[in-house]
């Protein structure tokens, strides 16, 4: 059983809806991810959350909004998504370690298909 | 900016033997951490191994170790005695050493285990 959890694991949605993404971690982590892997093209950090800070936001369209209550929990709404959007979103933790991080842990992701 | 570099998009290998996956890297940090990652079919992202720039000896864990040659700026990861259930695709990333990572990640490896 992962300790990254993704919920839902895939979701069908047209351009009008709205939707969101859950992650939860029960690592004790302290530091949060959204990724992007698109078909043929390598994982793409959308953005980054630490200590309940988002500390990155590497460009994303504001079409996705994140989300952290605390930094066991992380959300990505989704709003007028366009086709091109169509990805597996990926959700990891770590803990921040400062010289020496420890690895990004994943959860099993989120198949979106936009209709 | 950092960058990875995996220049083998597919691999096929007979079961048993031992394989190794090819992945360069450029970064101007002086410290940095290097990553491989598996992803079976389902998605997931499993953390297979971590090289950390200072690091005097190569990372080893299980049948996998990391061949870290910092001159010539390459990580590869050696899978020693290859199963059947190695067959998945193999993403080498690269941090910067410093609070919650912004991974990048190479394009892949699709590693195949024949009978």
């Known amino acids: 059983e992962t300790g990254v959890t993704q919920t839902p694991r895939h979701l069908v949605m047209g351009m009008t809806n709205k939707k969101s993404l859950k992650c939860e971690q029960h690592l004790g982590h302290n530091a949060m991810y959204w990724y992007k892997q698109s078909a043929k093209k390598p994982l793409e950090l959308m953005f980054v959350y630490n200590f309940k800070e988002q500390t990155e936001n590497n460009s994303v369209p504001s079409r996705f909004s994140p989300e952290c209550p605390n930094s066991s929990h992380l959300f990505l709404h989704l709003h007028t998504l366009q086709p091109e959007d169509s990805a597996l979103y990926l959700c990891?933790?770590?803990?921040?370690?400062?010289?020496?991080?420890?690895?990004?842990?994943f959860g099993d992701g989120t198949r979106l298909s936009i209709l | 900016a950092q960058k990875i570099t995996q220049t083998q998009p597919g691999m096929f290998v007979q079961e048993k033997e031992a394989v190794t996956l090819d992945c360069t890297y450029d970064t101007s940090d002086q410290s940095y951490g290097l990553f491989w990652y598996k992803q079976p079919s389902s998605g997931e992202m499993i953390f297979l191994i971590y090289?950390?720039?200072?690091?005097?000896q190569n990372a080893t864990e299980g049948r996998y170790s990391l061949n870290f040659q910092k001159a010539r700026k390459s990580a590869n990861l050696v899978i020693s005695a290859s199963q059947l259930g190695d067959s998945a695709m193999y993403f080498c990333a690269m941090s910067s050493n410093q609070g919650a990572q912004k991974l990048v990640f190479g394009q892949g490896t699709r590693l195949t285990i024949n009978p």
């Open positions: 090289q950390g720039s200072y690091d005097e």
């Open positions: 990891a933790s770590s803990q921040d370690v400062g010289q020496r991080p420890g690895p990004q842990h």
